[in-house]
């Protein structure tokens, strides 16, 4: 764990140029998930799992609003034997950003076995990553659309402070940042900021509820929802966004990014007797 921590305090140092500061900025606070143990909880762990994942967020919001799983594909042999369909994802359950899209049932299959041979911890060293059974998951097109429109909520002890929508995330990845009342943020934060603003979605306040009731059971987490109209389904959840690298722009945004998101609190460690068993 030690060589992890200075890991990751190194490539805090590296991207922002400065030591973190404890109940400081959100990527602070961030570094501070990763150095003070909190991703080695096995709760943590298996909600990091996109396959594992699935089960916890169904229970908690309804299976109805679950991205389908059609395969898992747990080794090489299952790999090649598997029939891809026209038109799907496919992703590394034990990663973070390793997703594969055809719209014409090819997949570069050495490259899911490479995927079955690491996870990302060996990346960023986030130990919630860190013994996971890699495998490969297939899902469809989340409303039949590669594109579909792509909403993350920043939940901290149970509350959505900040929203962000992404655009085009699988060629030229933009981005726009919302308060949970859906007021227009001019910042953006890893990804450039998109052009022109993004519609209200119909279903906001029955997506921050299922944000909410889920994040409940974590002290922070960022729930990952797809919407079209009045429906919206749950793709993962996510326990250090962007691992702590995240440069914000313009000056200012992220002290305004962290008020919203935390309100000033300090990080504290999880709580675990609001969790499910």
């Known amino acids: 764990m030690q060589t992890d921590r200075l890991y990751a305090l190194a490539r805090f140092v590296s991207f922002h140029g400065r030591f973190p500061k404890r109940g400081g900025l959100y990527n602070d ?6 150095w003070d143990g909190y991703l080695d909880d096995a709760f943590i762990r298996t909600m990091t799992d996109k396959e594992l994942v699935k089960d916890f967020i169904g229970s908690v919001v309804g299976k109805r609003h679950l991205v389908p799983t059609l395969a898992v594909l747990r080794s090489a042999e299952e790999i090649d034997a598997y029939s891809f369909p026209q ?14 899209c055809t719209e014409d049932g ?3 299959r050495k490259r899911l076995k490479r995927w ?11 130990r919630n990553y860190l013994g996971l059974t890699p495998k490969i998951i ?7 659309s ?5 909403v993350k909520f920043y939940v901290y002890k149970g509350r959505v402070g900040v929203v962000h929508v992404d655009f085009d995330r699988h060629r030229q990845h933009t981005r726009r940042v919302y308060t949970r009342q859906w007021q227009e943020l001019k910042v953006s934060f890893g990804k450039p900021e998109a052009t022109g603003p993004y519609p209200r979605p119909a279903c906001l306040d029955e997506m921050v509820a299922a944000a ?5 059971h974590f002290d922070f987490v960022r729930v990952d929802m797809y919407v079209s109209g009045n429906e919206f389904r749950i793709g993962e959840l996510t326990h250090c966004p962007g691992s702590a690298d995240r440069i914000f722009y313009p000056e200012g945004a992220e002290e305004m990014v962290s008020e919203l998101v935390f309100g000033g609190e300090d990080v504290a460690a999880p709580q675990k007797e609001q969790r499910l068993a």
């Open 29 to 34: 606070r961030l570094f501070f998930v990763k």
């Open 87 to 100: 038109a799907c994802f496919v992703k590394g359950t034990a990663h973070s950003g390793a997703v594969l």
């Open 106 to 108: 090819q997949i570069d």
């Open 116 to 126: 079955l041979r690491s996870t990302h911890h060996k990346v960023t060293r986030e």
């Open 138 to 144: 297939v899902e469809p097109f989340v409303f039949g």
């Open 146 to 150: 590669r594109f579909a429109d792509d």
């Open 212 to 216: 909410e009731k889920l994040g409940a």
